[in-house]
C-alpha cells in the first residue's frame, strides 16, 4: 500500500471525528469494521478483507493504521499538519449517522460494528452465502464461538437494510 493509502485512512477517521488510535483491542475493533463498512457504502479506501475471528479482518489496513499513528504521533510532536485527501461527504454522512445509530443501543459501538460487518461478510462474501437472519446467527455460534442474540441479529439487519449494506425482505 501507498502513503496515499495512510492519507485517506487519516482522512477518514478525521472526518468521523476519531483520532488514530490503535491501543486497545476495541480501538482496534472499531478501525477493521467501520473501514470495512464504508468502504461497502461506497468509500473507497483499499483495503481487502477476509474472515478472521472477529469477523472481516485486513492484514493491510492493521499494519498501514499501525504506521499512520506513528506518522501522526512524529507529525504532531513537530507541530505539521498531515495532508488530508478529498472524500465523499455525502458517503461519510452516511457512516456518521451509522455509528450514531449504533451508539445509540444498549452494548458497545465495537460490538454492533462487529456484528453488522459480520453480518454483511456473511451474506455477501461467504460462501454458501447466508440467506437470513437466523443462518447468520447460527454461523456466528460456529464461526466466532459466540452468542449473538437472534434479537441482535434481527436489529443489525435492520441497520443494514437502512443503509442498503442488505437487500430489504
Not at 472481516?56 to 499513528?69: G, M
Not at 501522526?72 to 505539521?80: L, T
Not at 459480520?118 to 437466523?134: G, I, M, Q, R
Request: net charge neutral; with cysteine.
Amino acid at each position: 500500500m501507498t502513503p496515499d493509502v495512510r492519507l485517506a485512512l487519516y482522512s477518514f477517521l478525521e472526518a468521523l471525528g476519531q483520532k488514530v488510535d490503535l491501543s486497545t483491542f476495541e480501538k482496534r475493533v472499531f478501525v477493521q469494521k467501520i473501514v470495512y463498512l464504508a468502504q461497502e457504502v461506497g468509500i473507497g479506501l483499499g483495503f481487502r478483507f477476509g474472515w478472521y475471528v472477529h469477523g472481516p479482518y485486513s492484514p493491510t489496513l492493521a499494519e498501514n493504521a499501525f504506521k499512520l499513528e506513528s506518522l501522526v504521533r512524529s507529525a504532531d510532536s513537530c507541530k505539521i499538519d498531515l495532508p488530508k485527501s478529498t472524500l465523499n461527504s455525502d458517503k461519510i454522512e452516511i457512516v456518521k449517522e451509522l455509528i450514531e445509530d449504533v451508539s445509540r443501543k444498549q452494548k458497545t459501538i465495537e460490538y454492533w460494528l462487529e456484528l453488522l460487518a459480520s453480518a454483511h461478510f456473511l451474506c455477501t462474501y461467504a460462501y454458501p452465502k447466508a440467506k437470513d437472519e437466523v443462518e447468520v446467527t447460527k454461523r456466528l455460534e460456529i464461526l466466532k464461538r459466540e452468542t449473538y442474540s437472534l434479537n441482535d441479529v434481527r436489529e443489525a439487519f435492520d441497520l443494514l437494510r437502512k443503509y442498503e449494506l442488505v437487500q430489504k425482505k
